[in-house]
């Protein structure tokens, strides 16, 4: 009997041992997600927010994500819209709502309101967005999750100045002039498009915040139905309006 009450303390302390350990070993996966992947976001965010109350994601300049944006007249006084990326990749629809480096997708902006979310580097911008004159196209990068991305405090951002003549009517529908305006004041978020039969070559570079170069050339429309579109801001789109 003295022999087993001695006995009993060591066990005991044996078994407290062992449970210890367990809690230990399970306690050490609780802190770390799956193998190999970070949960830290990329860049950190500013106090700066868009027109819609999205706020700014600050990037170093090296590295940072880039885009430049051209428009072209179509026929029917529509315009073709191609975009220029680099250290860009464009996220699929129903991506995570996660800010990864370097991708995300494109806002539209029409004279500072937004047309569409682009997930591909072409699209197609109605007439009817865009009355006789002078207007603005911009495109804006945005990260999966809706933030903007910005460098030194500016969103990574390219803007387009044209300007559409209104149509002729000894030339038929469709018909009209148009031509590059000059870069306008570098303020953020402003972008848009011409009407009806407008002509002309308008190109940005993709530098942050910033208005590019543009030229222009002009030339007859040949007749071409136009793509529909609202001129609404849309959840998402692939290429046309």
Do not use: N
Request: with cysteine; glycine share 18%; hydrophobic share 35%.
């Amino acid at each position: 009997m003295s022999s087993w009450t001695r006995g009993l303390p060591a066990a005991l302390a044996v078994c407290a041992v062992l449970l210890a350990g367990a809690a230990g070993c399970g306690s050490s996966g609780a802190h770390g997600g799956k193998e190999g992947e970070s949960s830290a976001p990329a860049g950190r965010l500013l106090d700066h927010t868009d027109e819609e109350g999205q706020h700014y994601r600050e990037v170093d300049k090296k590295g940072a994500p880039d885009v430049g944006v051209e428009v072209r007249p179509d026929a029917g006084g529509s315009w073709d819209v191609r975009l220029t990326v680099r250290r860009f990749r464009f996220s699929p629809s129903g991506t995570a709502a996660r800010a990864t480096a370097g991708r995300g997708l494109v806002h539209l902006l029409v004279d500072g309101r937004l047309v569409c979310r682009l997930r591909t580097p072409e699209y197609r911008l109605a007439a009817r967005l865009v009355p006789h004159g002078t207007h603005h196209v911009t495109a804006r990068l945005y990260a999966d999750d809706g933030t903007v991305w910005a460098v030194a405090g500016r969103p990574v951002q390219s803007t387009a100045d044209i300007t559409a003549s209104a149509p002729d009517p000894g030339r038929g529908p469709g018909a009209g002039s148009g031509h590059a305006s000059k870069p306008a004041a570098p303020t953020g978020g402003d972008g848009a498009s011409c009407g009806p039969g407008a002509r002309g070559l308008m190109r940005a570079a993709g530098t942050p915040g910033a208005r590019g170069a543009h030229q222009g050339a002009g030339g007859p429309a040949a007749a071409r139905k136009a793509v529909r579109s609202g001129g609404r801001a849309s959840p998402d789109c692939r290429g046309t309006a």
